[in-house]
């Protein structure tokens, strides 16, 4: 039983780089959410799909751009990567907006 | 906005104490409120979830919380704690309406000594 699988682990990029972090649920939830992690703050909401072809912005979506590409996948892109965006990256995903959110083990991004 | 305080960053508890720790949010409507927590290298697992009903909730690995109205608090609380409790926890409000919109508080790092 999988859950939520993020791909990759860890990634160091240099300021302006490209990169997309990937999400897979295999629970068929309809919803699916990225967040960030940074010391001290909690988790932050980027972006959300509240369905399979819905997505709307979060709390800091700035610098971001995500893809619902079907019902199991949401991608996370950093198209220039600025060094505020080192952080730790989470992936969720929920039956309904009222369910518990599962979340994958998150990607570590560094930006140098 | 919604918003959610935890006002302590680290706490240290022996093992076989007791543990409370402390969530404080501020919202304009009847919150739905959880606690999650964080294991290293983890993501987070839900502990226990209010919506309604019962102000004292149970959840996993033996914690509850309890939901203050007038004191918009939902601390949790467990009666002795084991070193498998060593752990980050996050407290987090949202709303009744779809899309699950969670606002966390910063989170607090529990340390369990021998």
């Known amino acids: 039983n999988a859950g939520v699988t993020q791909t990759p682990k860890f990634q160091v990029l240099k300021t302006g780089q490209s990169m997309t972090l990937q999400c897979a649920q295999d629970m068929n939830h309809n919803s699916m959410y990225w967040y960030r992690q940074d010391p001290g703050m909690g988790l932050r909401l980027i972006y959300y799909?509240?369905?399979?072809?819905?997505?709307d912005k979060g709390e800091v979506p700035n610098g971001y751009n995500v893809s619902r590409l079907n019902k199991r996948e949401f991608s996370l892109r950093l198209e220039s990567a600025a060094p505020s965006q080192t952080s730790v990256y989470f992936c969720a995903s929920s039956d309904t907006g009222n369910s518990p959110l599962h979340f994958g083990n998150g990607t570590r991004l560094t930006v140098t | 906005a919604q918003s959610v305080t935890q006002p302590d960053i680290h706490i240290t508890v022996s093992e076989g104490a007791s543990l409370e720790l402390r969530c404080n949010y501020s919202y304009g409507a009847t919150p739905y409120l959880f606690w999650y927590v964080q294991s290293p290298g983890q993501g987070l697992q839900l502990l226990l979830k209010y919506f309604s009903g019962d102000t004292l909730v149970q959840g996993i690995k033996g914690f509850e919380a309890e939901f203050k109205r007038s004191q918009s608090s939902f601390n949790l609380r467990k009666p002795s704690v084991h070193w498998s409790d060593a752990a980050e926890y996050f407290c987090?409000?949202?709303?009744?309406?779809?899309?699950?919109?969670?606002?966390f508080g910063g989170g607090t790092r529990v340390l369990v000594k021998p």
């Open positions: 799909s509240a369905s399979e072809g819905t997505t």
């Open positions: 987090a409000v949202g709303p009744k309406a779809a899309g699950n919109k969670l606002t």
